[in-house]
Every structure is written in C-alpha cells, then in structure tokens.
C-alpha cells in the first residue's frame, strides 16, 4: 500500500506540467508582456476610462492640438496604452512634431498597433489602434522627418507613461 501511494506521489511530482509554469527571458523586454486581448463592455470601459479618454479611445475622438500632456513631454521611459497597459512607443521613437501631439518614428516590435484605413471627414487616413484593447491612438502618416518616414500621430490621452528608474 506504502508503495503504492510512494508511486503516485512521484508520478505527481514528476508531471511535466509544471513546465507551464516556467518562463523564457528573450532579450527583448517587452515580449515578457501578456497579449492577450483586453474585451470590455461598453459600461467596463466608462467605469475604467476618464470621460475624455473615453472619448478619445472608444469614439475614436481628437484631443485639440498643443494641449495633450504628452506633446512637449521629454522624459526617459515607455508610453503605454491608457486603456489596457500595453507597451506602445519608447521615448527614444519619439520626437518634436508641428503638427501639436505627440509623435513617433516607430513602435515597440510585435504587432501592438493596428493599421486601418479611414475615411472619416472626407479625407483618406490611416487609423491606429491598440491591437490588444481595440483602443483608438490616433493616425500614421508616412510624413515622418526620421529614415523611417514614419509619423505616428498620438492623442496624449491615449497614453500613460512609465518613467525609466
Ligand atoms: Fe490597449
């Protein structure tokens, strides 16, 4: 009988599930982030969402030019996603723009963002999204100043900030 539960307890012990529970370390610090997506409900999302940030990321809205939080902002660290956290830009990717909002050359590898083309106000653009909360950041133009040519045109108040230690 001794023997027996002996047997069990080693086969228990042994189980290769507990493999799931470790963790890779790939070089790039991001990809240690969950992707999975973040599905609110509408109501989830207000509760959630300041009222302007509501705004802007669930109706897709435009924060007025000169006056986001982040336009002149300069620190060292990471814009996140306001409505869910993800890792977006770095503040090296981004840089002083005209145009009145925050503005960068590139993001943070790993289809973070989404692409789609928009029609709205009789002009043709291309929409970014958040691509794991479906959150609305604002546009890309391929207008940018860098050897991307890139500009990714941010609403401040779809972003947080993660200040580098
Ligand atoms: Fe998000």
């Known amino acids: 009988m001794m023997m027996w539960a002996l047997a069990i307890l080693f086969l228990v012990m042994w189980s290769p599930s507990g493999c799931a529970q470790k963790k890779s370390f790939p070089s790039d610090p991001h990809a240690m982030e969950t992707k999975s997506p973040l599905n609110l409900s509408e109501e989830e999302w207000r509760r959630k969402l300041s009222p302007e940030q509501f705004h802007i990321l669930r109706e897709k809205g435009t924060e007025r030019p000169f006056t986001g939080k982040f336009y002149l902002h300069k620190e060292k660290g990471v814009?996140?996603?306001?409505?869910?956290?993800?890792?977006?830009?770095?503040?090296?990717?981004?840089?002083?723009?005209?145009?009145?909002?925050?503005?960068?050359?590139?993001?943070?590898?790993?289809?973070?963002?989404?692409?789609?083309?928009?029609?709205?106000?009789?002009?043709?653009?291309?929409?970014?999204?958040?691509?794991?909360?479906?959150?609305?950041?604002?546009?890309?133009?391929?207008?940018?100043?860098?050897?991307?040519?890139?500009?990714?045109?941010?609403?401040?108040?779809?972003?947080?900030?993660?200040?580098?230690?």
């Open 79 to 165: 814009y996140c996603c306001a409505g869910c956290g993800q890792e977006l830009f770095t503040h090296e990717m981004k840089f002083h723009s005209p145009c009145g909002w925050p503005s960068f050359d590139r993001e943070i590898p790993g289809d973070r963002i989404l692409k789609k083309p928009d029609y709205s106000f009789g002009m043709v653009r291309t929409e970014i999204l958040c691509a794991r909360c479906g959150g609305h950041l604002g546009h890309i133009f391929n207008d940018g100043p860098t050897e991307t040519g890139l500009r990714y045109c941010v609403n401040s108040l779809s972003l947080d900030f993660k200040k580098e230690d």
